[in-house]
């Protein structure tokens, strides 16, 4: 990859400025706030989580999503970000170890799928991590026959933002609902606790990194397996943490805004998207509050919505 090293000196001086928004593309100032004293460079302050919102203008292809290096910058620029190391490799390795064996989690519906341009973005990044390629996986409704997975020591877990006619929203902490032998038994409540899912054995404290799609999100829908490009938009962003209930949160925030844009007033979703509070407040799996969410903004800003 062509990309000019950043140095100690640029790293600091990024950790003391505030985020710009760039026009044109993503850019890296303020992206790796500084800590509170003793935390180190790049962390979260006490009490918060981190999550990174990274976006880019260039036009979205046929697949969905822009172009494949267009999204590796976003996916690079947003992990870097998120763990506050600004050479990509060594972000990167902070996530993922060479002794590893990583399960990528998608999501495979045909209307808004995760996209090839960011599974092929994570799994090129978890090669390079030093990671061999028969111990790297991508699947979905698979995951639970899939050998990669049954032995996984680290997954990833990707999907885009979408409303959903069981859960509200298509949500990271529901992509994981496929690790359970019958994903129907948990729309019980408007699937209240989808978060139980994460202390499964084939899941409990695995997941490294969590990206939740956000290039064309889907905000309204009737009914199941539903889908209208009219409910749709070119949002151009991923989100990034390590909590998937953060982002989750974060991704719901921008869906009730655009939902509030389009339709004049604060129109309730089909179904109640509770599990993400619930995620937090009953099952204690992350954060779901605004206020403890250190919400890092990168790049593109018209039409941010948060």
């Not at 639970?144 to 979408?162: E, G």
């Not at 019980?188 to 997941?207: G, N, R, S, Y």
């Not at 962003?237 to 389009?262: C, H, M, N, W, Y």
């Amino acid at each position: 990859m062509n990309r000019k090293p950043i140095t100690r000196r640029d790293f600091l001086k990024a950790a003391a400025a505030a985020p710009l928004a760039g026009a044109a593309r993503p850019v890296l100032r303020g992206a790796f706030p500084a800590g509170p004293a003793g935390s180190g460079a790049g962390a979260a302050p006490a009490g918060k989580v981190r999550v990174v919102l990274v976006r880019d203008p260039s036009p979205i292809g046929a697949g969905g999503a822009p172009p494949a290096e267009v999204v590796q910058r976003l996916l690079d620029d947003g992990v870097r970000a998120l763990v506050g190391e600004p050479d990509v490799a060594a972000a990167w390795r902070a996530l993922i170890k060479p002794e590893d064996t990583v399960g990528i989690k998608t999501n495979v519906w045909r209307y808004i799928p995760t996209t090839a341009e960011v599974e092929q973005g994570l799994k090129r990044r978890v090669l390079e991590a030093g990671v061999a390629a028969d111990r790297i996986a991508i699947d979905d409704r698979g995951v639970l026959r899939n050998p990669v997975f049954q032995n996984a020591t680290a997954l990833i877990n990707a999907r885009p933002m979408r409303s959903h006619h069981w859960a509200g929203v298509g949500s990271l902490i529901k992509n994981y609902i496929m690790f359970t032998p019958q994903p129907s038994a948990w729309h019980d409540d408007t699937c209240a606790d989808l978060a139980k899912i994460w202390f499964l054995p084939q899941v409990k404290d695995k997941t490294r990194l969590n990206v939740l799609v956000m290039f064309t999100p889907l905000f309204h829908g009737i009914g199941p397996h539903h889908y209208a490009k009219e409910y749709t938009w070119e949002y151009k962003g991923l989100i990034l943490s390590r909590d998937p209930v953060a982002a989750d949160a974060t991704g719901l925030r921008i869906i009730q805004a655009k939902r509030r844009e389009f339709f004049g007033d604060d129109r309730p979703l089909q179904m109640n998207p509770h599990h993400i509070a619930l995620a937090d407040t009953r099952h204690h799996l992350g954060v779901s509050d605004p206020a403890r969410i250190e919400l890092v903004k990168i790049g593109w800003s018209e039409g941010i919505l948060i």
